[in-house]
């Protein structure tokens, strides 16, 4: 009855592993520990429930009985006191008065996995294990009673392989929760605390939104580098760019149209907004640009020719004849003239003055000889910066010393 729908409550079908994503204080433990007593539990409390042998795994021992056994939300304080399975310490188990055990292992011991056999299991914050891949070989060697096994896994994302890798297999369910979703049952302020410190940055966005962060290896980009020069941007700009990289198609499921501004002040170049669309007609696409033209008084605006030739000036004349317009042509790849820009964001000479999701997550995944689908976003980001800083016409350029 109290349950959050979105996430506490087990999801339907023949799945093997429910996998919880969850911001800081979602209740994900509340909700492994409701599963593992609906599994243990019968409809009496001497009746046998749908699973006799649990393995409980935390990073440690310690968080394992401290969290998910003793915790405010962990399974003896949830459970009824008829039903409440005593905590055997030397043996380091739960024992439920039908019968059920539920034994504790810590992550940082693959090995003492490896013998023992369950119907049923309980992974908290894997996302953190050191072992994740040997703790989880392991166990899934164990998972071997009963009809169908299954295991929760509930975590706050984190950037390692394994989580991938469980996300995408096809007898996997995933459910997202953000912190504001378990509002009710936090300290008053919270929210607005933490909100006011991480709004708006990467850690935010993985602790309280409970989104993974995916870095692709050898990215151009990192995290940790856009995140270095995020900031409040400032009041006036020498120069304010729009840049474009159309499509080839406008209509539903083609790539975006990447449109991006950025500004120049002090010899550095500042992202200000995203404005990318995708599956836009040619015309909508043009009126967002020239919206976006005027909306930040911006001196100048380029797209790519490539793909549409003349054809991407006319548009952008039919919805505003004055625009300050210059074409610009790739006769590099897309790794080549990203790298200046790249490079850049090293020197601390780019900067993002807000959070942009969709462009930071692109930047990431792009890498020299590959990136997930077409980084459009991206290169209107490069043409922006390369006008700025870069090209013969503009203000600073990049010199070695």
Request: glycine share 10%; with cysteine; net charge neutral.
């Amino acid at each position: 009855m109290w349950a959050l729908p979105g996430h506490q409550l087990p999801p339907p079908g023949e799945w093997r592993t429910w996998l919880i994503l969850g911001g800081r204080g979602a209740g994900k433990t509340r909700a492994g520990a409701e599963w593992v007593r609906s599994m243990a539990e019968g409809p009496t409390p001497l009746a046998p429930g749908r699973r006799r042998r649990v393995a409980l795994i935390a990073e440690t021992f310690d968080q394992a009985r401290e969290v998910m056994v003793e915790g405010e939300s962990g399974i003896r304080a949830v459970s009824p006191p008829d039903r409440a399975p005593h905590y055997e310490v030397t043996r380091k188990r739960l024992v439920w008065p039908n019968g059920a055990e539920a034994r504790l292992f810590s992550a940082q011991d693959p090995e003492s996995l490896r013998g023992p056999q369950f119907d049923a299991a309980w992974c908290d914050e894997l996302a953190k294990w050191k072992h994740a891949r040997e703790v989880w070989d392991m166990l899934q060697f164990g998972l071997r009673l009963g009809d169908a096994p299954q295991q929760i896994v509930t975590t706050t994302p984190r950037r390692v392989p394994l989580l991938t890798e469980l996300m995408r297999a096809p007898d996997t369910v995933v459910t997202h929760a953000p912190t504001e979703a378990n509002r009710a049952n936090l300290a008053p302020g919270f929210i607005e605390a933490v909100e006011r410190r991480f709004k708006g940055t990467s850690l935010g966005r993985q602790e309280l939104m409970g989104e993974l962060l995916t870095e692709a290896p050898g990215a151009l980009w990192t995290r940790a580098t856009i995140e270095r020069g995020r900031a409040a941007p400032p009041d006036a700009f020498e120069r304010i760019v729009v840049a474009v990289d159309p499509p080839v198609t406008g209509k539903a499921g083609s790539d975006e149209c990447g449109i991006v501004v950025a500004g120049l002040a002090r010899g550095v170049a500042w992202v200000l907004e995203d404005a990318s669309v995708q599956g836009a007609a040619p015309r909508a696409w043009a009126e967002r640009a020239v919206a976006a033209y005027h909306a930040h008084e911006a001196d100048r605006l380029v797209a790519e020719v490539n793909q549409g030739g003349d054809l991407v000036e006319a548009l952008v004349r039919q919805v505003d004849p004055l625009v300050s317009y210059r074409a610009v042509r790739a006769t590099r790849g897309k790794a080549a003239r990203a790298e200046p820009v790249a490079a850049l964001y090293e020197q601390g000479r780019v900067r993002h003055g807000g959070l942009f999701p969709a462009l930071e997550d692109q930047m990431c995944a792009f890498t020299g000889d590959r990136s997930e689908g077409s980084p459009d976003r991206v290169d209107a980001l490069v043409w922006a910066v390369t006008e700025l800083m870069l090209s013969a016409g503009g203000a600073p350029r990049v010199r070695r010393l």
